[in-house]
């Protein structure tokens, strides 16, 4: 008999698939039917499971098709974890990254974050697709999800500012260097390192992590996700305070069942709400001026017990990664 999450990873793969088709052959502003994208002849029997509603709202993605293709993978890895049956609210929370519950960033609030950009679309605010950190004056960190299968020419890197208003300064990246053991499937390994053409001067840069710290302790994740579920994009950066999470909580069978490795941490409460989602993939989830965490998947705002999950930096790999490809 198959386990029932390799089903639902299974299932969860052909959906992506059908989405991203789908995605690429309509302008139709609606919804359409998971079970209709699986199966067409779902249309014309009796529904023999849940009705899933995928939001295809145009305006969410603003012309950026590598917003979507981000969006598209995290909805992927989400739903091999999803409960069922959702509610409308759940399958919302799949779909869109989000710092909701939280307050606009001040300028001491990870001042070192930065937004990875589209390179074809020239307005900053439509061009966002991911966060990442700014670790050297030429070296970005980030999700591996958020840059594969891209090159560096398709992509610029946002310095300088806490709004996609049109300030701040467009950086080319001349590399793109992602873990060689980044698994797809899993997520595990989620970090990638970009190198800049040209130099961020005269910004705080963020250290590395050595340790996690203590379970409770308060990080701060930086973002410009969804205010609401179905809501809009804000132009300020956005933060909230998230406790870290105990692993063998977070890999309990009523939470994400085993599959958080040693190369991820969690980060939320047990009781779930709004203040823990997750903010935009790539971003930073730090302790003061340390980069503990590189914000790569989760169902942070769905129910208790789904916290959001991120890259761990203090992980001997990822960190060594990090460090190799900085110098």
């Known amino acids: 008999m198959n386990h029932p999450l390799s089903r639902r990873a299974a299932r969860a793969r052909s959906f992506t698939v059908a989405l991203c088709l789908a995605a690429a052959a309509t302008a139709t502003v609606g919804s359409v039917s998971a ?9 014309v029997r009796a529904p023999a499971e849940q009705e899933f509603r995928v ?3 145009l305006d ?4 950026n098709w590598i917003r ?3 969006q598209l993978r995290v909805l992927e890895q989400n739903l091999k974890f999803a409960d069922e049956p959702m509610t409308a609210f759940e399958q919302e929370q799949l779909f869109t990254p989000k710092i909701v519950g939280g307050t606009v960033a001040g300028s001491s609030d990870n001042p070192f ?9 020239a307005n900053n605010f439509n061009a966002q697709f991911c966060g990442g950190t700014l670790h ?3 070296v970005v960190v980030t999700a591996a999800h958020c840059v594969e299968g891209l090159s560096a020419s398709q992509i610029q890197v946002l310095t300088g500012t806490r709004r996609l208003d049109g300030s701040g300064v467009r950086r080319n990246v001349s590399s793109i260097r992602i873990h060689p053991s980044w698994n797809t499937n899993t997520f595990d390994y989620d970090v990638a390192v970009l190198r800049l053409t040209t130099s961020a001067t005269g910004i705080p840069l963020a250290s590395l992590t050595s340790s996690d710290g203590t379970v409770g302790t308060g990080l701060l994740v930086t973002g410009w996700g969804a205010l609401s579920e179905g809501g809009s994009f804000p132009v300020d950066l956005r933060k909230v305070t998230v406790p870290l999470a105990d692993r063998t909580n977070c890999n309990d069978s009523n ?5 958080i490795t040693t190369r991820m941490l969690c980060a939320g409460r047990d009781s779930g709400g709004i203040d823990s989602c997750q903010g935009d993939s790539g971003g930073p989830l730090t302790r003061g001026s340390a980069l503990v965490g590189i914000v790569s998947w989760g169902q942070g705002c769905a129910r208790a017990n789904k916290f959001g999950v991120y890259a761990r930096v203090s992980n001997t790999s990822i960190r060594n990664f990090i460090i190799n490809n900085s110098l």
């Open 35 to 43: 079970r209709e994208l699986r199966n067409p002849e779902a249309r």
């Open 55 to 57: 939001p295809m709202r």
């Open 60 to 63: 969410a993605y603003r012309g």
């Open 68 to 70: 979507e293709l981000v």
């Open 113 to 121: 974050q930065v937004a990875l950009l589209t390179r074809s679309v």
């Open 136 to 138: 050297k004056a030429n």
């Open 255 to 259: 939470s994400y069942n085993g599959q």
